[in-house]
């Protein structure tokens, strides 16, 4: 599947069934599209196929810190810092969710993304269950940093 085709099923499907969406530049990436309130939790999911993985839809969210934890978390030692990233890290890997912890924006962010790169399975239905999987791992892990901190 070509990058324009599987960028042009993707929002067909999303068409399909009324989800609003907008395109998004990123140079690390063949196409990024931002589904406004995806889900059953109704959470902005990115669905991605990054130029370095061509045939390869990555779906994921980005948990966003609070104010009062990134100020806990930026008070932190380089110790402190790492044993939080390696717990938040493990519980990751536990509902299965492949993470990142980045900074954006000038906020502490958690993403947790699945990636589908079984490419002649990538259809509707794979991309769906993927958006409601990436919706379900974004309210545990926003639950486990309230619980964390």
């Known amino acids: 599947m070509t990058s324009s085709k599987m960028k042009d099923d993707v929002e067909r499907w999303l068409i399909h069934e009324s989800h609003s969406f907008e395109s998004v530049k990123n140079p690390e990436n ?5 589904v406004k309130h995806a889900g059953p939790y109704g959470i902005p999911v990115e669905i991605f196929e990054p130029k ?10 980005k948990i966003i810190m ?3 934890q990134i100020a806990r978390y930026l008070g932190f030692n380089d110790e402190e810092k790492a044993k939080f990233e390696k717990k938040t890290v493990d519980f990751c890997n536990s509902i299965q969710a492949i993470n990142r912890i980045i900074t954006e924006d000038g906020k502490k962010k958690v993403g947790v993304f699945v990636v589908l790169d079984d490419k002649e399975n990538i259809n ?3 991309v769906f269950d993927a958006i409601d999987r990436v919706s379900e791992m974004h309210e545990k892990t926003a639950r486990f940093l309230m619980k964390t901190f």
């Open 30 to 34: 063949n196409f990024q599209i931002l």
């Open 124 to 126: 509707q239905q794979s």
């Open 66 to 68: 609070k104010n009062n």
């Open 52 to 61: 370095s993985q061509p045939g390869v839809i990555v779906i994921g969210t």
